[in-house]
């Protein structure tokens, strides 16, 4: 991976950013935003995945590409007591992106892993929706670059002869 991959938090080079994240058991990290939020051992509460039983389970430091499509992070318990929080418990784990915010508002999500389109050999993984008539996906897996991950956008077509690429583009 590139040297920069390791240092990606969740942006979308000129596109966007991951709002969402599935661990392997089926729960859903949300993005913390992009302000203040808390800290450990020197990384940032990037993601909350809710309630895990008396702790709260929450994505720590930066994203990096791992195999497969899936995003590796940390996963912590973070436990309170009598007003301070403290990680009780911290591990590598491979993540599902979940869903990707672009800028020009469309929200894309992971398309699964069944069968879906294909264009130019990569795979439509994420579906956002319709924009000036024409369906949006991104195309392929998320690629580490320096600042965050680059994924081709790609605008389609459905006409007589089925689906049609229009245009991709990197971002």
Do not use: Y
């Not at 993984?125 to 081709?152: H, N």
């Amino acid at each position: 991976a590139p040297p920069a991959a390791t240092t990606a938090v969740r942006g979308i080079a000129g596109g966007g950013e991951i709002t969402a994240l599935t661990l392997p058991d089926g729960t859903v990290c949300r993005s913390a935003g992009r302000g203040a939020t808390l800290a450990f051992e020197g990384q940032r509460l990037n993601f909350d995945c809710g309630q895990s039983g008396v702790d709260r389970l929450g994505l720590l430091g930066p994203l990096s590409p791992g195999p497969e499509g899936l995003l590796q992070t940390r996963k912590a318990e973070i436990g309170w007591n009598e007003g301070s929080s403290s990680v009780r418990k911290a591990e590598p784990i491979l993540a599902r992106p979940a869903e990707i915010a672009l800028l020009d508002g469309l929200t894309c999500r992971h398309a699964g892993r069944g069968a879906t389109l294909a264009f130019e050999g990569r795979r439509a993984s994420f579906t956002c929706g319709m924009k000036d008539g024409e369906t949006v996906a991104l195309l392929g897996d998320l690629e580490g670059v320096e600042g965050g991950f680059r994924i081709r956008r790609a605008r389609i077509a459905q006409g007589a002869q089925g689906f049609a690429l229009v245009s991709s583009e990197p971002i």
